[in-house]
């Protein structure tokens, strides 16, 4: 890229500099680097994440060094031309989905084709027949038709059974009519459809015989496979730009009264009979729920990465920036003379940086936990035993709920941490923040997603309660969390926490039994104020979130505990295990994010009466203690994560430290440097022209 | 603005219709929209409000139909327009400050001239002599020059004395040298440098005979005055894109040994003597703090209208949004037919939204004080009284920490609130919020900022316990709050809240005696740290913030109370007074804001041991209570509020409720909408090309 301003070549940082500043942090270690990143990966994908890597770094298509600059319309047509050069790399290399993974997450940018991808494949694989397959899937997979998904609507986001466009069966022609009756019927936020998409799978009320069967999934053509113009009856634009995301063309949708044959409602569940447009019940609703689960458990492992990415330009750069001088322990260099403090060594930048490389670390043990339980749910369910799903699908959605919006939030903590220099896009946390935003709210909105979370742990509660003889749950209380803490807590609803002395919070019994008596305790408020003082749903809904929260929090605890002391056959665990520096660093990184936690909430565990105020000041002291003896880590800790520079695209957060050679490198290239701005002070008259 | 997208026009949105849906809420007032509005702006700045909108509402230069659109340049070359544009109504019709801050907040776009009017004019009122005056400050405000502020620096924000740039007297030519020695000397995040001015006030090291005398100001010409180009051994550029602000240039600055005239150093409180080089102290160090003093109150009364800016567009949207049926009490239409229910009367809407409107009008009494308080300090301090100085700068240090993140998280938050459609720029929350964010780094980090409240709690507590009769400051601490606390505290440390029903909590005395009972509690306990247990400053950050949150939000508690109740010769607050159903519906919001506050830190108020754990369970009922008492007032109260819809630019906020209609018609003005992409299904082929 072209340079528009000439910066003095002989000017260098101030002493100390960044890359020797770094080269200090790595030597403090405790730890293996190498070591942690393998059980972060695991061997197969690490050699994976290289092969890749270098195919993407090296590809000209994915500079990423004019990305800042872009407006809406370069941005757009910059990921059309990614898209295509990544089709063309699948092709090549043969990638499997293992290997677009990664190749997705090293270009980070939304793209026109991530709908036809994400959605629009997968739902032909779930719900088509095999002719429907035939038909639509096999074109899809080369890519010779581009679909998206249409289901939410201008007017309907989270409730779907209220959608407002119909699918009504005319038995004369064998056909549906897909119509919007209504302006606020019409499909918005559709990934790909704006500009991208040929063919669309559009959510629409089923009707027939005048009956209202509920949304189902219709595979529509919506452009001219040679012209690429919307078809007849059909309107189609792009809804504008928007906070992130502005590299995919998020389209609306309007039909008037469009005619496709019966055979494109995606019939492998459910279906209408021609000419008596009978229809058939789908065999067994709780499947989808099962690919929910898988999705969110996908997510939720996209949260991890998302925290590391957050918590590596943040801890390295706080590394390599000074300021003030800290006069209790004023930091001096080799030659004596006293420099300012690196902000790292500041307690109030390690509370609010380590707790994120913290939650980083619970969510990587917690994703694949849910993996697991979800690879165990369908073998079970293969042979009809779907007992695990409910509270699966519970704690999914929870989960879903509290990883995301705790990611946005320690994204935005992170950038903050990084003072002025966070707020230039330079940052790197900018576009990313931007772009993962909608992460909240897509996948089920983060407060409506807690109800299905909130409604099984009330009704569970009931079951335990309400049975005769509740040492039956016992037996299922090992395979089942929620009935575990809930048995637990009926048993001794006045436990006391023991800890005496700080270091005691860093007893792991002592930290699970605070989270499931605080859990079970809020469930039981809740159930008693809905039963007996005959609250509605509605006037509930705050604690409704509360006990979801505290349920979800319990299980990242729970499973961080599990996967540092039981015996595992996973890879990744036992490297772990036999690794005596990593189970240290880990453990102190477990009780940090466990403690953190209960902090942030002391309220909930004061009010559960498991924790005294005095009890309540030694926890935090703790908290403090544990900045500490993390702080010589920090560094290496992050280093582990191994997010390439190529995907910070971040001035501040690079692995070499060069943070303001670059800053001002990166801004010499800024375009508006390349004009000129001819000013007549008389008459304060402006004229702009380009310079090139 | 052009349509490139034809949107059936029968369509319409499916019943009920917004602006039925916002007449309904309107009719539900409790009190008199126009008699609130008067409170808050007074008659004089309501007048003005009128006038000065109609002009900018109806100069096309001010438009803001394309505003979503634009890229960074065009955006830039806008925003110079509107400059100049502005600079013309300002002369034609004679605007005083007071007009100028409406057209400014109307404008709503951060100019590349900010700076000028807000920085360097300023400095040059407040430190410069009479002959610098005449030189500099007159043409300035012909805008003749235009003026930048260069403190802040690659390497240095928050530390000024840290600053690298140097200014050296050089007494064989009575003259400064102005130099940057290293690349982080660089001066950077200066408001219209990169393109706009040509000249700067640059703080700078000042070093005569070799001896450093700190940072102080010098006015340096930057630009050519007839070809606008650097002048020699300057390097000057923009400093790229941001999360906003795109529309300011921000810039950077390298000096290679710049020579300037001794006479542009701000002389009017330290000065070096020609050719001896001899520095002459400032007279009086506080002057400086009281102006500071006044900037945050005014930052302050900008929280105020940034939260009900927020406040106005979801709580409308939320009333026009429908989704889910209620079971419990469905909503029926005239007709009988059951309607899903306004998104408004979800207790968890509710909740996210009412304590911001409550926050904007907590903020608006506590600037009123503030700005009364600063009046009354000039008149003491022109008696050489400074005694209000240090309480009223660490207050206003922590206040402005304390507001303005509250500000940018409530904006997201009910930016969220809205669902998916607040995630598009058309939401009116996306530019709004990015160009708001950096409130909270400049003008003191957020964090920084804490240090400075925490310092004056310690050495007040310090000062009053160690004193032998502390009966003497009982005299001062009718006019000092924070001395009063202290007091109380020290003579009833063990004070207990005797509520006993959820309404007990709408008691005065009781919200008061818990705030300042936690805050006093937690400056003891940390006084305790650092002076018995010898614990380093550093090590007690995390606690010096909390302290800092504590006594500002006892300040906020304390004025809005003090405003619903103490007689006052202010007509805002006399118009309060004189009306009953004012009063009724500001003491609800009061109670709400002061509940919520100590719900969200519950754990300090247990800790503090003020109120038990079960007293924590009626006061969040107490919260809940008073969200459904306000719920009928909610529309009305955001309207009083009176933001434009053209300051709004949502589709969401809008006053006549047409969300719908706007989000999509507004979308088909998406320039992308203007293009074809032709697309080639067979070899994948792209081809982006303008229709138009």
Same mark, same amino acid.
């Given at each position: 890229m072209v340079s528009y301003v000439k910066i003095p070549s002989h000017l260098k940082p101030s002493d100390p500099q960044g890359p020797d500043l770094l080269t200090q942090e790595r030597n403090l270690a405790s730890f293996d680097v190498k070591e942690l990143t393998l059980v972060l990966y695991g061997i197969k994908d690490l050699e994976r994440y290289h092969t890749i890597l270098k195919i993407i770094e090296n590809d000209p298509v994915f500079d990423k060094s004019n990305i800042y600059f872009m407006g809406r319309n370069e941005l757009f047509e910059h990921a059309i031309k990614k898209e295509k050069r990544l089709v063309q790399l699948i092709r090549e290399n043969k990638w499997k989905v293992e290997e677009l993974q990664f190749a997705e997450w090293f270009l980070d940018m939304p793209g026109p084709f991530g709908a036809h991808r994400g959605m629009f494949i997968p739902t032909l694989i779930g719900q088509g027949t095999k002719e429907q397959k035939e038909k639509f899937l096999v074109p899809a997979l080369n890519y010779q038709i581009i679909g998206c998904y249409a289901q939410t609507e201008l007017g309907h986001g989270s409730n779907v059974k209220g959608l407002e466009t119909t699918a009504i069966y005319i038995p004369e022609t064998d056909e549906f009519e897909i119509h919007s009756p209504y302006l606020t019927a019409s499909k918005w936020w559709v990934g790909g459809l704006g500009k991208t998409a040929n063919h669309a799978i559009v959510m629409a009320q089923l009707i027939s015989n005048g009956k209202n069967y509920g949304p189902h999934p219709f595979v529509v053509q919506? =452009?001219? @496979?040679?012209?690429?113009l919307p078809l007849p009856s059909i309107t189609i634009g792009d809804i504008g730009p928007k906070f992130g995301f502005n590299s995919t063309d998020n389209g609306f949708i309007l039909f008037e009264h469009v005619r496709i044959p =019966? /055979? #494109? @409602? +995606?019939?492998? /569940?459910s279906q209408i009979k021609k000419g008596t447009g009978e229809y058939i019940n789908p065999p067994n609703q709780k499947l989808s729920y099962g690919t929910m689960v898988l999705v969110r458990a996908i997510i939720i492992s996209g949260v991890r990465v998302t925290l590391a990415r957050a918590a590596t330009i943040a801890i390295r750069y706080s590394a390599v920036r000074r300021q003030f001088i800290d006069k209790d322990e004023p930091k001096k260099l080799e030659d004596g003379s006293i420099v300012e403090t690196s902000i790292l060594d500041y307690t109030m930048q390690q509370y609010r940086l380590f707790p994120v490389i913290a939650q980083s670390y619970a969510c990587f043990f917690t994703a694949k936990m849910m993996v697991n339980l979800y690879t165990e749910y369908t073998k079970q369910s293969s042979s009809g035993d779907y007992s695990l799903l409910a509270d699966l699908h519970a704690s999914s959605s929870g989960l879903k709920s509290l990883t995301t919006t705790m990611a946005v939030d320690s994204i935005e903590d992170c950038r903050r941490a990084c003072g002025g220099h966070g707020y230039s896009s330079f940052s790197g946390f900018v576009k990313f923040y931007q772009d993962y935003l909608p992460n909240t709210t897509w996948e089920g909105d983060n407060y409506i997603l807690t109800h299905q979370t909130a409604r099984y742990l009330l009704k569970t509660f009931r079951q335990v309660t309400s049975h005769k003889n509740p040492e039956i749950y016992a037996s299922q209380s090992n395979k089942n969390p929620t009935i575990s803490y809930i048995l637990q807590y009926l048993n001794e609803p006045n436990q006391k926490c023991t800890a005496i002395t700080p270091s005691d919070f860093n007893n792991h019994e002592i930290q699970l039994r605070a989270f499931k008596h605080r859990v079970a305790f809020l469930i039981a408020n809740v159930v008693d104020q809905i039963d007996n003082q005959k609250k509605s749903w509605n006037s509930m809904l705050v604690e409704i979130n509360r006990i979801s929260r505290a349920h979800c929090q319990y299980l990242l605890v729970q499973n961080f505990i599990t996967a540092l002391h039981q015996p595992s056959e996973d890879e990744s665990l036992r490297m772990l295990h036999n690794s005596p520096a990593l189970k240290e660093v880990m453990t102190s990184i477990c009780n940090l994010f466990v403690l953190h936690t209960m902090e942030k909430d002391i309220g909930d565990f004061l009010e559960s009466e498991y924790l005294t105020t005095p009890q309540a000041r030694l926890l935090r002291i703790q908290v403090y203690n544990l900045l500490k003896e993390i702080r010589p880590n920090a560094v290496s800790l992050v280093d582990a994560f191994l997010i390439p520079d190529s995907l910070l695209c971040s001035a501040l957060g690079r692995y070499d430290g060069k943070v303001y050679e670059t800053m001002i490198d990166w801004a010499s290239?800024?375009? +508006? #440097?390349?004009m000129t701005l001819d000013f007549n002070p008389n008459n304060d008259t402006f004229i702009r022209k380009a310079k090139l």
């Open positions: 919506i =452009r001219d @496979m040679k012209t690429h =019966r /055979f #494109n @409602m +995606l019939s492998k /569940f290239k800024e375009p +508006l #440097n390349g």
